[in-house]
């Protein structure tokens, strides 16, 4: 009796390959990431404790702050947190034309912060009060410096987010752009009041 040939299924039917992305996975990776950006600025916070009363016989905090100058930006921060709540909540309608609107306005929100920084380090230095000249303005402009340097990163992004929105809509993978710019930009929210408090509030009062 022979045997039968008995057909058998193709070894590559077995197996399906797919790319595999954890649905979570970018949004872990991100806050361990946002993580390791707490230490940098709690360091940066620790710095400024440490050498904040050391003048070296120049200006003090006191003489050089503008809080009217800093209030105005503070509002500006957190109007763009604000404008950027108002994006995530049109995204999450799939409106594809106001979340752009509103991320264009935080955008310039986010640029107007960083005008008004720019203008504040410029009149310092005008006046004599660069970062070489004492350890409270050294640790100062590190702080500040730093925390500009990374609004700077956030509108970069915002706009290359804009781009990515516009060409290819509200897709699952922009949203989760959209999610981790927004805990981005609320994080420097929170450092920029921890800013304000500690270094100018403090320095003044």
């Known amino acids: 009796m022979s045997n039968a040939h008995i057909p058998t299924a193709d070894v590559s039917s077995r197996y399906f390959t797919r790319e595999h992305h954890p649905e979570n996975g970018t949004l872990l990776g991100f806050w361990i990431y946002l993580m390791s950006d707490c230490f940098i600025f709690a360091i940066l ?6 050498l ?3 003048y070296a016989g120049g200006p003090t905090g006191a003489e050089l702050f ?5 209030a105005l930006n503070t509002a500006f921060l957190l109007l763009s947190s604000i404008t950027y ?3 995530m909540l049109e995204s999450q309608k799939k409106k594809l034309g106001l979340t752009l609107f509103w991320l264009i ?3 310039l929100f986010g640029l107007a912060f960083l005008g008004l920084e720019l203008y504040e380090f410029q009149h310092l230095i005008h006046e004599g009060a660069g970062p070489q000249r004492s350890a409270f303005l050294t640790s100062f402009f590190a702080l ?3 925390h500009g340097l990374h609004v700077t990163f956030g509108c970069v992004w915002l706009v290359v987010l804009l781009f990515q929105l516009k060409k290819h809509g509200l897709t699952v993978e922009n949203k989760r752009r959209l999610m981790c710019l927004s805990m981005f930009w609320h994080f420097l ?11 100018y509030l403090m320095g003044v009062l």
Do not use: E, M, Q
Request: glycine fraction near 14%; charged fraction near 10%.
């Open 52 to 54: 904040g009363r050391n």
């Open 45 to 50: 916070f620790a710095s400024y404790a440490v």
């Open 66 to 70: 503008d809080l009217k100058l800093v």
């Open 85 to 87: 709540g108002f994006a």
């Open 144 to 146: 500040v410096g730093t």
């Open 105 to 107: 306005v935080t955008g």
């Open 189 to 199: 929210d929170v450092v920029w009041i921890g800013v304000f408090t500690f270094v």
